[in-house]
């Protein structure tokens, strides 16, 4: 039995996976045989909404299944309605992110699951310009800060100490 398996067994009749992009992981999770009456993916990425939609109808799977664009952060759906959710190697990405668990667990259903799975991030100094690209991109939509002080975090992400990271860490929070 697969990891995905393991965890698609206990899942009941409604599942939000957080931050999907493509949703490989929740297709994939849907393919093996999840019964559930709608799973739904979120997105804020158009493009992974396109790529969601074709998967999910790839596998046959679009009519117990949403891609939906949302800001994790606010999620628009109502207290309490899925009984389990997941989130796939996107934890480390997130900025914001104790604002997204007090989503998830808004609505979950009081007796609901959460499932985060991650890869372990690169080593501080390990960042290569394709990441720290990305780590820019993501904090500049989600913080207060401006763009020119953002690019300067980034650009030293390589020389910081830990100690100065996992402060920078914190008041961004993101997860590390």
Same mark, same amino acid.
């Given at each position: 039995? +697969?990891?995905?398996?393991t965890?698609?067994?206990?899942?009941?009749?409604?599942? *939000?996976?957080?931050? =999907?992009?493509?949703?490989?992981?929740?297709?994939?999770?849907?393919?093996?045989?999840? /019964?559930? &009456?709608?799973?739904v993916? +979120?997105?804020? #990425?158009?493009?992974?909404?396109?790529?969601? @939609?074709?998967?999910?109808?790839? %596998?046959?799977?679009?009519?117990?299944s949403?891609?939906?664009?949302?800001?994790?952060?606010?999620?628009?759906?109502? /207290?309490?309605?899925f009984?389990?959710?997941?989130?796939w190697n996107?934890?480390? &990405? %997130?900025?914001g992110? #104790?604002?997204?668990?007090? #989503?998830?667990?808004?609505?979950?259903?009081?007796?609901?699951?959460?499932?985060?799975?991650?890869?372990?991030?690169?080593? %501080?100094? @390990?960042?290569?310009?394709? @990441?720290?690209?990305?780590?820019?991109?993501?904090l +500049? &939509?989600?913080? &207060? *800060?401006? =763009?020119? #002080?953002? @690019? =300067? %975090?980034?650009?030293? *992400?390589? /020389?910081?100490?830990?100690? /100065?990271?996992?402060?920078?860490?914190?008041?961004?929070?993101?997860?590390?």
């Open positions: 039995m +697969t990891r995905v398996q965890c698609a067994l206990p899942i009941s009749k409604r599942l *939000l996976d957080v931050a =999907s992009g493509g949703a490989s992981n929740l297709s994939r999770t849907l393919g093996l045989g999840a /019964d559930v &009456e709608l799973a993916g +979120t997105d804020r #990425e158009l493009k992974c909404l396109w790529v969601a @939609e074709y998967r999910l109808a790839h %596998i046959g799977k679009r009519n117990v949403e891609p939906v664009g949302a800001n994790i952060r606010q999620l628009p759906f109502a /207290d309490g309605v009984d389990y959710a997941t989130t996107t934890f480390t &990405e %997130i900025c992110i #104790e604002k997204m668990l007090q #989503e998830v667990f808004r609505v979950l259903a009081p007796d609901g699951g959460f499932q985060v799975s991650y890869r372990s991030s690169a080593r %501080i100094g @390990e960042h290569d310009e394709a @990441e720290l690209a990305r780590i820019s991109g993501g +500049t &939509e989600h913080t &207060e *800060l401006t =763009s020119s #002080e953002i @690019e =300067s %975090i980034v650009a030293n *992400l390589k /020389d910081m100490s830990r100690k /100065d990271y996992e402060e920078f860490a914190r008041l961004a929070d993101i997860f590390i």
